[in-house]
């Protein structure tokens, strides 16, 4: 069986829920405290040992491809400047990872993005991370997923718990429990109606995908506003092969929802050495004083 080494990072979207502050820069670019969302993302990747990452993008995603790169002019300034520690941490930036990028084309949902890293990937496993969900540096899911691939050799999809009143959002498995964190896919619904969805396990943004996920991609039909959804894909893998779910609870923000983007940045802050004293001390100020109010 093939050792997983390669990523794929879908950010062609357009970010629109972000509107106005990505009408001139990428969503995957919006600052999580001093880091791009992005970053995490890739972060993420290499601490699992994915060091080939392909990042599929489209147009305007320029500042994505800039931020990955080396920037001789602000290295020079910073240490004629004496700011050592800040050049070490810009240089690492470029050199953490091998990142290639390759263009959407036109935004035709997540399965055509998907689809068309086929080329990079070839016929090996890999592995597929959405940037809008961020994980906490703790977490283990990816980690997990890919030892589960590794004793099984099929795909594993991360699922997480929500209300039946929140599952018409995301995808949706019907599982089938194998043990406290595993269960076996027996079929998937995209967006389902609260009343039809199977379980209340939906789909996150973490994938280790087998190949043959290129050949269902290819079959899918596109559906509303010519969109592949890569959740009809996985439906169509189940039927050939075993597609197993990892179950896992906390670690997880939807950076794209405004209301979790504030908690991912209010929680990373926290957790900072340099900022976190401070910030924890501000923010039991702040909720006194608003009961005050």
Request: charged share 30%.
């Amino acid at each position: 069986m093939k050792r997983i080494r390669k990523a794929v990072i879908p950010a062609a979207g357009l970010g629109t829920r972000f509107l106005p502050a990505t009408k001139a820069q990428p969503k995957e670019m919006l600052p999580l405290v001093d880091k791009p969302a992005i970053q995490h993302v890739v972060e993420e990747a290499v601490r699992v040992g994915l060091r080939d990452i392909l990042i599929i993008t489209g147009r305007g995603k320029r500042a994505i491809e800039d931020h990955f790169d080396r920037s001789f002019e602000l290295e020079h300034y910073l240490g004629e400047s004496g700011k050592f520690d800040m050049l070490k941490e810009m240089q690492a930036i470029a050199e953490m990872a091998d990142i290639h990028y390759v263009r959407q084309g036109e935004p035709r949902g997540l399965g055509h993005a998907v689809s068309v890293a086929r080329q990079h990937v070839g016929d090996e496993p890999f592995v597929v991370m959405l940037g809008d969900d961020i994980m906490t540096s703790d977490s283990t899911v990816l980690a997990d997923m890919v030892t589960v691939h590794e004793r099984y050799g099929r795909s594993v999809v991360a699922l997480k718990e929500f209300p039946r009143s929140e599952i018409s959002a995301y995808g949706c498995a019907l599982p089938e429990p194998l043990d406290e964190t595993l269960v076996r896919i027996l079929g998937v619904v995209e967006k389902p109606a609260p009343e039809e969805a199977p379980s209340n396990l939906a789909v996150m943004g973490r994938y280790v995908f087998t190949p043959e996920i290129f050949d269902c991609l290819e079959r899918v039909e596109p559906g509303a506003n010519q969109e592949i959804q890569l959740t009809d894909a996985i439906a169509l893998l189940i039927e050939q092969q075993t597609v197993y779910g990892f179950v896992f609870e906390e670690g997880r923000f939807d950076v794209g929802d405004k209301l979790d983007y504030l908690r991912a940045t209010v929680e990373l802050a926290i957790d900072r050495e340099d900022l976190g004293p401070a910030f924890r001390a501000f923010l039991a100020d702040l909720v006194q004083r608003k009961k005050l109010l």
